[in-house]
């Protein structure tokens, strides 16, 4: 079992950062990749972005690329997303979300992943 724990969302104007922070604990010794998704009323969930946990490869949406930042910190089991010059499109719930199946590419489908987090709010003002 992992659990995973996001935090720092809010309310931010156009323009302006975030930094999300994934909290893992529990089976965290077998993490492969870590991934950031997003969910916006009446939309599916999308892919932002991605990382291996043991080399440090990210992966990320045209949408964001440029513009966030996945990074981790292996010794505090945390992941975070830094975005920057948010706009409103960005609004969304994000989750984060652990994979333990062995790869070298940064998985961006949904399907890779076992365990998800509970969600935290980012609302962009125009």
């Known amino acids: 079992q992992v659990q995973l724990v996001e935090s720092g969302g809010g309310l931010v104007q156009a323009g302006g950062s975030l930094r999300l922070s994934c909290a893992a604990s529990g089976r965290t010794f077998s993490t492969y990749a870590i991934g950031w998704f997003r969910q916006a009323p009446g939309k599916e969930r999308e892919f932002v972005a991605s990382i291996i946990w043991s080399g440090g490869s990210t992966l990320y949406a045209d949408s964001v690329k440029g513009r966030f930042t996945i990074s981790r910190d292996n010794a505090k089991n945390t992941v975070y997303l830094r975005m920057n010059i948010l706009k409103p499109e960005d609004a969304a719930v994000y989750y984060c979300?652990?994979?333990?199946?062995?790869?070298?590419?940064?998985?961006?489908?949904?399907?890779?992943?076992?365990?998800w987090g509970q969600g935290t709010q980012v609302t962009v003002s125009s």
């Open positions: 979300a652990w994979g333990g199946t062995p790869t070298w590419r940064p998985p961006r489908t949904t399907d890779f992943y076992d365990y």
